[in-house]
């Protein structure tokens, strides 16, 4: 029986060792894998979806100094969000852009939140207006309404806070995606030149790509696109301009407040714009046919002097000089306190 009860106890404590080696072996891996990425260049990234916008949308009802930026990746890149909440530390400010979707379905879901009682800053231009594009972020939306939960958003914040943290997360650096990488191309993945932060801004290290190309890139693909998709005429495409004030005069009469910005373009790309969409025909209209403030980024000094490499954005080198523009202005003109 003593036999039996010593050899129940090496067993135990060889397990136990075996368990700890293997701990052991994968906390040294990992470590060495975070120290090889970040010897590479290599910056935490986190997974941007929909849980995790949830977990966003839902933090922003019930608070008058709710700040709130909607838009696409100009708004997600070119806005400074650490810097931003330094500057106004009266404002609870919270990022909701979008990367590649138009945001009205987002200012109408809010609009239609009568907890919303806060300041809007939405990231727009003309095309957003046009009617094929209205419910580009209406996706979001729903999936907000209709499936999120606290623990799926809590989840999806807690695995950005470690993405955000440990290199090894970060969403290219699975082994499948390195694989397949590799599969493709015959050698470890470049470090991409931008990062999507836990505030669910992006920033842009354009010295890590080829500017030239991008820039080419960028320029090419806004020509395609507005000649397969070409603008509807004044006269027709301004009728949606009623849209804007329902959701304006529904947010205004709860005490909050809506500020359409005309964010920056610019290297040909602003060209295409004042091409297919001049502002006098197509942005100015808004102003003209609604209470809704608007603000041109050619009318705020010194914004259109800051360089967007690819066209559409800004470095992050920049951001701070950026946001401390655009916010100074609308703060000095009166178009929020």
Known sequence: MLSSISSSRSNTRSWYWSWLFIAVICVASLGGYEFFLKDRGFIPSIEQNMNLWSWYRGKIQNKKEALVIVGTSRSQLDINIPYLKKKLGN?????????????????????????FIGTLIVSFNAQALETRYLDMQGEYNQYYADQSSFNKSFDAYLSAFLQSKLRFLHPLLGIQELVEFYDANEEFREVYYTTANLDQSVSADFTRTDRVALLSHFVH???ENYKSDPPTEPQVWEQNIALIQAYFSAIN????????????TDKGHWQLDEKFYP???????IGRKSNVATLHFNDVKGLNKIDLPDSSHVDQRNTVE????????????????
């Open 91 to 115: 404002h609870d400010v919270t990022q909701l852009s979008i990367n590649g979707r138009y945001p009205l379905a987002t200012l109408k879901a809010i609009a239609g939140d009568k907890n």
């Open 221 to 223: 693909q806004k020509e």
């Open 253 to 264: 009469n709860r005490g909050g407040n809506v500020i359409l910005v005309r964010f920056p």
């Open 279 to 285: 502002r006098k025909s197509y942005w100015d209209l």
């Open 322 to 337: 950026f946001t401390e523009i655009l916010f100074s202005h609308l703060i000095n003109s009166g178009y929020m306190n």
